[in-house]
């Protein structure tokens, strides 16, 4: 299985505050990379996939990149709305495996 | 719009067997794969398996020899079944579509149903 590790677990941060959360793959993955955001009680939402691909409806705030084994989600200008845990998951070979997550909070 | 909505009984035994029912609204569930993720308390996100329209199926080996995924097109409905089930397997459950696009190999999930609390107690 291809294990994802992000970094940090947690971090805190305020309203306008510009985030990165970093996914390391222990494999090579290509971009096969996703990012979502969850809420608590809530299911994971789609924000980017294929590493950088903003998903439709999302705000412009957040950005993906990254290849190989290592990739970084960015939130240029963070948002109350944006307090969250986000996870990785790649896509390159079954079974499919997610990141940890990391929390993001105030 | 697409819409998944699991459903099934919140408690279940020890040795016993999950049933859990993902219904789908706003769309066929024909020509997609339709997967079941699971997190337990506190925990991250783990891939239970999927399954085809087409009837394909792909699990997760290290709950394989336990996990059953079926699709009833007509009825807009995928299943999961996990038999003897200990308190490991306490967690919420999702269901997701599958989503691809020609020429990217890879694949993403969306959207997801609101989860279902599966807690495995006496």
């Known amino acids: 299985d291809i294990q994802m590790t992000q970094s940090p677990s947690s971090l805190s941060a305020s309203v306008g505050d510009r985030v990165t959360i970093t996914c390391r793959a222990s494999?090579?993955?290509?971009?096969?990379l996703n990012w979502y955001q969850q809420k608590p009680g809530k299911a994971p939402n789609l924000l980017i996939y294929?590493?950088?691909t903003l998903e439709s409806g999302v705000p412009s705030r957040f950005s993906g990149s990254g290849s190989g084994t290592d990739f970084t989600l960015t939130i240029s200008s963070l948002q109350p709305e944006d307090f969250a845990t986000y996870s990785c998951?790649?896509?390159?070979?079954?079974?499919?495996?997610f990141g940890q997550g990391t929390k993001v909070e105030i | 719009q697409v819409q998944l909505q699991e459903s099934g009984p919140g408690l279940v035994k020890p040795s016993e067997t999950l049933s859990l029912t993902c219904t789908v609204s706003?769309?066929?569930?024909?020509?997609?794969?339709w997967s079941w993720f699971r997190q337990p308390p506190g925990k991250g996100l783990e891939w239970i398996g999927y399954?085809?329209?087409?009837?394909?199926?792909n699990y997760n080996p290290s709950l394989k020899s336990r996990v059953t995924i079926s699709i009833d097109t007509s009825k807009n409905q995928f299943s999961l079944k996990l038999s003897s089930v200990t308190a490991a397997d306490t967690a919420v459950y999702y269901c997701?579509?599958?989503?691809?696009?020609?020429?990217?190999?890879?694949?993403?999930?969306?959207?997801w149903g609101q989860g279902t609390l599966v807690t495995v107690s006496s």
């Open positions: 294929a590493a950088s």
């Open positions: 494999q090579s993955i290509s971009s096969y």
């Open positions: 998951q790649q896509s390159y070979s079954t079974p499919w495996t």
């Open positions: 399954m085809h329209s087409s009837g394909s199926t």
């Open positions: 997701a579509r599958e989503k691809r696009s020609s020429g990217y190999p890879g694949c993403w999930f969306d959207p």
């Open positions: 706003g769309g066929s569930s024909r020509s997609h794969s």
